[in-house]
């Protein structure tokens, strides 16, 4: 019996997705951080889409995008975010916005599909200002105090003059209405190479990790580079290149299979090629999606730094800067999306965490929640060489839909 259902226009995705990519375009990427002129403009173009979705558009008081239905039956939320990265790619956020987006077209005005997709782009999941401040202002978990401490990590501009600049100062900020959804689904390229080399077009996601962040301090004696002995040297910046070689020795034999640690940025002080550090910072970070793995290896960290310590040479403090809890996906929308993949991708999935925070893992606190991955060309992302087949992307879109169907049906 043939399907007389809508189906996804692969080429209605792939020009949406190029629009996006137009505004703002850098290379064969994009830089739109959050609130500058490209990325409002991307707001705007979601916000026009919006109706032909049946869905009614509203750009909240944090800068969210929310399309909304007043068709009866369950309602199912998706999406994503708009801003990106600096000088970063075109699909790290667009991607799940657009798939939501043909989702709703697809599947609203069908009126042999029970319920409607509601679309949302959550503003600054990249974290210009903060850490998901737009879907965790969705959730309830973002006070306006929060906002006025909010500044660009760039520039130091406060999110309230942001919001004041781009004519969002006085709006509401929308608040999820409990019960009203049967979850959250949100698409996203890998930014990894798990798909890729295995010849895979749908990751099925089935954590997301949780992120640990640490400022490391380093005290020790600021000297003359030219006279002060080596024996006598208290070189703080010495003390924090052993301290991470040291981490990397250790960890390997405590951290689970998919754990990693990165010391993000290194700064020594005065930072002049004739005088030894006095004093040395690193910022540092692990993720994994088992909190008994974090909490090993702190707990190995803070060992380190007393030992450190107890050699009399560099004083060394470890300061707990960040704490996220890693996210369960649904199983029954995992399940879902496999489905969806033997239907459209020939059962070409895997199921796998996320390394990478989403706005997925802050919706999870407060409804069944799930996401899919879609191939990144040689892995790369937040970079403005990201990319992803035209194949894929398609395909990617088929079984986004296919899922968000067998959601609503139940």
Known sequence: MPDNRPHVQGARVLGDLNALRAIGAYKTGVHKPTFSEPHMRSLQWLAQRLPEAGLDAEIDGIGNVLGTSTKSGPKLLAGSHLESQNFAGWLDGPLGVVYALEAARVINPDSNTNGAVEVASWCD?????????????????????????????????????????????????????????????????????????????????????????????????????????MDSRKDAGLALVRFCVDIDDRFPRLSGPRTVWTTGRITLDPGAPSIIPGSAEMLFQMRDDDPGVIERLEDVLRSMAAEVSAQGRCGVAVERLRTGAPAMMDASFQRAIEAASLAFAGGRSIRMPSGAGHDAQVLATIMPAAMLFVPSIGGISHHWSENTDDADIVTGAEVFVDACRRLLAG
């Open 125 to 229: 999941e990249e974290g210009h200002f903060g850490s998901f401040l737009g879907s965790r202002s969705y959730v309830g978990g973002v006070t306006e105090a929060d906002i006025d401490a909010a500044r660009d990590r760039s520039s130091g501009k406060t999110m309230r003059d942001a919001l004041r600049d781009v004519g969002l100062a006085g709006r509401a900020r929308a608040q999820a209405e409990r019960g009203r959804h049967i979850g959250y689904l949100e698409a996203h390229i890998e930014q990894g190479q798990t798909l890729e080399s295995g010849g895979l077009a749908i990751g099925v996601v089935t954590s997301i990790v949780g992120i640990w962040q640490y400022r490391i301090t380093f005290t020790g004696e600021q000297n003359h580079a030219g006279t002060t002995r």
